[in-house]
């Protein structure tokens, strides 16, 4: 099982939009609608921002923003702030309980 | 509030075993399934393991299967994964997380504990 396609760096301005693609297969990222995304901090742990494609945890900005298209699934940062200055990891289910992250986006607040 | 809490990390031999544990609290334990993740110094996320609410679905990375074993003691609220034969390349970060499902199919972590260092060198 290969690992999901992430773009290895992403920047914008504040106040801007940018969006961080995620490129499997039909077998995980394309077969299922359970891509999740992550965003972590340096030193610290991973947190869920998305899951299920485009849903929302309790407490995650509404600037974060999921959506997926066939093979590729994306994550977008509305309005940028410095604080979403992290890394940023996709994640799907890929059949028989099998899970595949992606490789990871630094993303970087200009 | 939910918590996750790993133990048991720390530098051992190549070839040698470890056994990390992750004390849960906040949830109703028994009822939601669990991973470990790992983090090589510098790299990225790596699923390492998965573990049903039950116990009766576990899965593993293809480097890990046959060396590494996940289990779970709903009694005591504690995730374990036991890791044999060692190797260098298992230098990472472990964290434990919590599913947002129960089963097998991942729905997405929603709560990691803070991690623990694992280092395999001589």
């Known amino acids: 099982q290969s690992a999901l396609t992430q773009p290895p760096s992403a920047s914008g301005s504040p106040g801007q939009s940018v969006t961080i693609s995620c490129t499997g297969t039909s077998s995980d990222v394309g077969g299922y609608n359970y891509v999740s995304w992550y965003q972590q901090h340096p030193g610290k742990a991973p947190k869920l921002m998305i899951y299920?494609?485009?849903k929302r945890p309790s407490g995650v900005p509404d600037r974060f923003s999921g959506s997926k298209s066939g093979n590729t699934a994306s994550l977008t940062v509305s309005g940028l702030q410095a604080e979403d200055e992290a890394d940023y990891y996709c994640s799907s289910y890929a059949g028989n309980n099998y899970v595949l992250f992606g490789g990871g986006t630094k993303l970087t607040v200009l | 509030q939910v918590q996750l809490v790993e133990s048991g990390g720390g530098v051992v031999q190549p070839g040698r075993s470890l056994r990390l544990s992750c004390a849960a609290s906040?949830?109703?334990?028994?009822?939601?399934?669990l991973h470990w993740v790992r983090q090589a110094p510098g790299k990225g996320l790596q699923w390492v393991a998965i573990?049903?609410?039950?116990?009766?679905?576990?899965s593993y990375e293809d480097s890990v299967k046959g060396r590494f074993t996940i289990s779970r003691d709903n009694s005591k609220n504690t995730l374990y994964l036991e890791m044999n034969s060692l190797r260098p390349e298992d230098t990472a970060v472990y964290y434990c997380?919590?599913?947002?499902?129960?089963?097998?199919?991942?729905?997405?972590?929603?709560?990691w504990g803070q991690g623990i260092l694992v280092t395999v060198s001589s």
């Open positions: 906040g949830f109703t334990f028994r009822n939601f399934g």
């Open positions: 997380a919590k599913d947002r499902g129960s089963t097998g199919v991942t729905r997405g972590l929603d709560y």
């Open positions: 573990i049903s609410f039950d116990d009766s679905t576990k």
């Open positions: 299920e494609v485009n």
